[in-house]
DNA sequence: ACCCCCTCGTGGAACGTTATACGAACCCTG
DNA sequence: CAGGGTTCGTATAACGTTCCACGAGGGGGT
């Protein structure tokens, strides 16, 4: 009935001697294994309750799995990362697995790598990487060994399986919005690239090629540019400052992350001017923030839970080895129009 | 040299082998237990890191500690919560154990019974509970087993360590600072209670006491209303809807909580009002979204990074084994004005 | 020279689970 | 009713670590 307060823990052989069979054969009811007779897997399953019998996961750790799946990810700030984990949870939520999550609090390679290793040291069963920032080679290293899955970054490997948005699709809308409107001069705020890290293609690297080419296929190619001040509010904030007191500030921002369109809210208050009035933003992901009534940021929504259901079910198939090949899975993203977009000058 | 991709797992007996000692002999190097030459300890050591050695912690949970803390939460999305993470990392940043983050996805209290279990079952050392919606009786019983800081609750128990902010000096600021603008009908948005949780303290019980006893104490007992709509966007847009379109709507409302807070804007957007013109909004928490240019929300800081690390630093006290007494830590909050608070009618 | 104690290292028994190998019934078929 | 297969249950050896108990060697003190 207890589940026993700091005393002993309850152990399969408690139950087996309860039940008057052998561990072997409470083993094999736990694991639904084959061999056990209706009767048994009874008597065993009421003294389980009886008893309050947990499995110790340490121990099954030692020999099989440990029902136990990782998530990392950089910042627990990022709300879009929060939607991924959301669609993780409610796939995973009747299953027997438990998901943990490790937040390496910044995008540090040292720190992710330590994280992974600490996950991969408990035995977890899988892994979903949430744009990682460690190299690549490790990830592949790390991959042969357990389950896992990248979230974000396009460089596929048969060593595990990637979930990303189709980011071409989604810069495309939200150019085609802006000059829709009116705009020809439209600034990008991208992600410095971390050297060493052995990603091709990382989400800002696939954003930043598309906003250059749907600008080129407007013919706006000589007002493209990009300021590489990072996804963060204080990213946004100094290269929104940049330029916006350039000799010829642009008359709309496209941030590559809504974290970063924040701080370039920020930034034009401070100079004067007006959202959308003397400026135009959009952002990316559509994150909880971008919804906030006194927000109200156009941005790209990348169904989120959805890419995180994705993940988990993948991870789930590689799990009970119903698929041994590694697959790539893309979604549709699409454009949410709200209040900071509108026709230059309006 | 390298961590073995898919292979062997490099154990203590590699270790041993190669080092030419015995098991025991690198168990007490790892632990740096008592009676360990320098000479061998260097030997061992080197034989470590040649073969990448790294200890395996489902093997540890079976015997003594996985050095893994977890943390459990109800809610990843809320900004308040972050900042304790940033704390609690901070603390743990540079010692060996791990930190892993359980989140509840709900406040409902079975994913978070489900949640300790898991945690409980994995052997971790100890364990961080944010506002825990578990029966209290249930958290003594597990404290009772593992070393576990209550974070927000206000009580206190002998299983347990504590961590609160003086929630009522943080209502009298927001109170005192919105009387001394001029506003006498100043409503509360406070959560509903859950039953049969036990928990007679919880944070917006403290703020919803608080908050009228600073009405009373500027003899406004009358004016003083309270709507239990919920600590999230949506119920304070409820909340602000149903105090808004009353017969008397306030001049002011306080939220107990910043993300609610969020919601007002969104109401008072809805209805045309203008904050803080013809509404003056303040939260609680001071989260990040508060600091947004565009929200620029008056708020209650409570140092969140501060609680988390001296939650951490009071778990790592237990698990030394330096105290063995429950400690309740209480922080003094401070008031953070910003542009949604203003006299009213301005 | 004897004894005692301290230091450093080893042996080996746990810890709770899984999974393989095996044995004892039982059922069917000829 | 012998032979063969199926079904159900058990015995037992791992898995990688911790830590207690023990012993060998060496250095004083008397």
Redesign the interface.
């Known amino acids: 009935m207890?589940?026993a307060?700091?005393s002993k823990r309850v152990t399969i052989t408690d139950v087996a001697r309860s039940a008057g069979v052998s561990t072997s054969a409470v083993s094999k009811v736990l694991r639904n294994a084959y061999g056990v007779s209706p009767a048994m897997r009874e008597r065993v399953q009421s003294a389980m309750t009886e008893l309050g019998y947990?499995?110790?996961?340490?121990?099954?750790?030692?020999r099989g799995r440990?029902y136990?799946i990782?998530v990392l990810l950089a910042s627990?700030?990022n709300?879009f990362?929060?939607d991924l984990?959301?669609g993780v949870?409610a796939r995973l939520r009747d299953t027997e697995y438990?998901?943990?999550?490790?937040?390496s609090?910044s995008s540090e390679m040292e720190d992710q790598t330590?994280?992974i290793?600490?996950m991969?040291?408990?035995?977890m069963d899988g892994l979903i990487l949430i744009a990682p920032a460690v190299p690549r080679s490790e990830v592949v290293?790390i991959a042969?060994?357990v389950p896992t899955v990248v979230i974000g970054h396009h460089d596929p490997s048969p060593a595990y399986d990637c979930v990303v948005n189709q980011d071409g699709a989604g810069v495309d809308l939200v150019i085609d919005h802006l000059v829709g409107l009116g705009h020809r001069d439209i600034a990008h705020l991208s992600h410095p690239t971390v050297r060493g890290s052995q990603w091709k293609q990382r989400p800002e690297h696939h954003v930043r090629a598309a906003y250059r080419e749907a600008m080129a296929r407007h013919g706006l190619a000589d007002l493209a540019r990009v300021v590489h001040s990072g996804y963060s509010?204080e990213g946004g904030y100094r290269g929104a400052m940049e330029l916006l007191t350039s000799a010829h500030p642009p008359t709309a921002i496209f941030a590559g992350a809504d974290v970063a369109a924040?701080g370039v809210?920020?930034a034009?208050?401070e100079l004067g001017l007006r959202i959308p009035g003397d400026l135009s933003l959009a952002g990316y992901n559509n994150t909880?923030?971008a919804a906030?009534?006194?927000?109200s940021l156009t941005s790209v929504d990348q169904a989120g839970a959805m890419m995180g259901e994705t993940a988990a079910r993948l991870l789930l198939e590689r799990l009970e080895k119903r698929r041994d090949r590694a697959v790539v899975m893309a979604s549709t993203p699409h454009l949410v129009t709200r209040d900071s977009t509108a026709p230059p000058g309006a």
Not at 54 to 62: C, N, S, Y
Not at 98 to 103: D, K, N, Q, R, T
Not at 292 to 295: D, M
């Open positions: 207890q589940p307060g700091g947990r499995p110790h996961a340490a121990a099954r750790g030692m440990t136990t990782g627990i700030r709300a990362y929060a984990l959301e949870d438990a998901l943990f999550i490790g937040s609090g330590k994280l290793h600490a991969v040291d408990r035995q290293r042969a060994g509010d924040t809210f920020r034009a208050a909880s923030v906030l009534a006194p927000v």
